[in-house]
């Protein structure tokens, strides 16, 4: 019953804002490293940004630092990303997914499909003029 559930991608020019969010079910958030991985064409898995546990812990890639931020609503149990100075390279299909604590520890920069347990099914980020 684990679900992850991304919105809030779509279309936007260089220096403009996004925020992406993921809801998900069936488990609690403070027990897992959450992490935001995109995909553009012809380009490797790339590991952007994760927060974990119950301090909510985060970790950048470093060409987002100061850009991106992570957060986390227990409420809500839904995390997100908030993406600010939007760049053409930026550019992709960014995917929530959920692993183990561990994982907090490789997630940024190259990830393969096996680092994570559950994924959702992404949401389209275009940064173009």
């Known amino acids: 019953q684990l679900q992850l559930v991304e919105s809030g991608g779509g279309l936007v020019q260089p220096g403009g804002s996004l925020r992406l969010s993921c809801v998900a079910s069936?488990?609690?958030?403070?027990?897992?490293?959450i992490g935001w991985i995109r995909q553009a064409p012809g380009k490797e898995r790339e590991g952007v940004s994760c927060?974990?546990?119950?301090?909510?812990?985060?970790n950048y890639l470093d060409s987002v630092k100061g850009r991106f931020t992570m957060s986390k609503d227990n409420a809500k149990n839904t995390v997100y990303l908030q993406m600010n100075g939007l760049k053409p390279e930026d550019t992709g299909v960014y995917y929530c997914a959920v692993g183990p604590l561990r994982t907090y520890y490789y997630c940024e920069g190259y990830v393969p499909n096996s680092l994570y347990d559950y994924w959702g099914q992404g949401t389209q980020v275009t940064v173009s003029s």
């Open positions: 927060i974990s546990g119950s301090a909510g812990r985060t």
């Open positions: 069936g488990f609690t958030l403070d027990e897992y490293n």
